[in-house]
Nanobody, 115 residues
Framework: QVQFVESGGGLVQPGGSLRLSCTASRIMFRIYTMGWYRQAPGKQRELVARITSGLSTDYADSVKGRFTISRDNAKNTVYLQMNGLKPEDTAVYYC?????????WGQGTQVTVSS
């Protein structure tokens, strides 16, 4: 069974930065489009960024220009660099495939933006 393990979350002040990591196992990682998702309290999970096997990227309007997704196929890892964080970015962040039939979710990593 595929497993995703997210890390790197924490408490940060508005305007701060965090770098999230997600390592995947039991998957031919390099061939898949990977995505970062987030779920805020009381809201549906949403896709915030994705990266194809060819390194094309796509972002939700709410994070465009502030977040950068990248991947290291040798490490089966996808990253999310988050700059200029805002309180509305507070959520649990998850990785998964970037679309189609999603796989089992990991535990996620909590990001809290607050002064």
């Amino acid at each position: 069974q595929v497993q995703f393990v997210e890390s790197g979350g924490g408490l940060v002040q508005p305007g701060g930065s965090l770098r999230l990591s997600c390592t995947a196992s039991r998957i031919m990682f390099r061939i898949y489009t990977m995505g970062w998702y987030r779920q805020a309290p009381g809201k549906q999970r949403e896709l915030v960024a994705r990266i194809t096997s060819g390194l094309s990227t796509d972002y939700a309007d709410s994070v465009k220009g502030r977040f950068t997704i990248s991947r290291d196929n040798a490490k089966n890892t996808v990253y999310l660099q988050m700059n200029g964080l805002k309180p509305e970015d507070t959520a649990v962040y998850y990785c998964n495939l970037g679309g189609g039939n999603l796989l089992s979710w990991g535990q996620g990593t909590q990001v809290t933006v607050s002064s």
